[in-house]
């Protein structure tokens, strides 16, 4: 599986968007590119996957650029409950869910009033 | 619906003690997967289950084994604990086809004196 690379922490005013980067610059042409969250001391939780195309759900957009080396989670307008860590995780398979998940230590996000 | 869910919540054990946890996976779902969460860390992959065989594992030594049993559910052991064992652990559940994300439990805190 590719590695990828989030800066450490981010803060972002309430009300505001929050772009989360995400760098995977030796992904595979077949492996997809998945955010999870993780509220402290809870499970982590699944928010948004794509290959190439822009992503968009009720919870965040997806950005990938079109050499797919990088992409960008998006929160529209962030609320005090966006606080969490941030996963950005690249993985093979879509229709197949056999693979782990590796996790790096994610993009801590902070959302301030 | 319930999700994922796991027990015990917390659990304190001393050292060369063994420990056995617990994962009811969400319903319907086929395939368990648990996951090492230390402090600061990001979640590490232990061993995933399917048709209550171990498919896939981790970089984790023997004393870290599992079962799943015909409802699905599934157990975690760990044996002749250390204290580097002390950590979040975290149960994930999925259909082995047509899903592509995982649901995480909230975890059992396992603290290893």
């Known amino acids: 599986d590719a590695k990828t690379t989030q800066p450490p922490s981010m803060d972002c005013a309430e009300g505001r968007a929050a772009n989360l980067p995400c760098n995977h610059s030796t992904i595979s042409g077949n492996e997809y590119v998945y955010w999870y969250r993780q509220i402290h001391s809870q499970g982590p939780q699944y928010i948004i996957h794509g290959l190439k195309n822009n992503e968009t759900n009720e919870m965040a957009s997806l950005i990938i650029t079109e050499d797919r080396k990088s992409s960008t989670l998006i929160l529209p307008h962030a609320t005090l409950r966006d606080t969490a860590v941030y996963y950005c995780i690249v993985r093979v398979g879509d229709l197949r869910n056999t693979d782990k998940l590796i996790f790096g230590t994610g993009t801590r996000l902070q959302v301030f009033p | 619906d319930a999700g994922v869910t796991q027990s015990p919540t917390h659990l304190i054990k001393t050292r060369g003690q063994q420990v056995t946890l617990r994962c009811s996976p969400k319903s319907g779902h086929d395939t368990v997967s648990w996951y090492q969460q230390a402090l600061g860390q990001g979640p590490q992959f232990i061993f995933q289950y399917y048709e209550e065989e171990e498919r896939q594992r981790g970089n984790f030594p023997d004393r870290f084994s599992g079962h799943q049993f015909p409802n699905y559910s599934s157990e975690l052991n760990v044996n002749a604990l250390l204290l580097g064992d002390s950590a979040l652990y975290l149960c994930?559940?999925?259909?082995?086809?047509?899903?592509?994300?995982?649901?995480f439990g909230p975890g059992t805190r396992l603290t290893v004196t």
């Open positions: 994930a559940s999925s259909l082995e086809r047509g899903q592509v994300r995982q649901y």
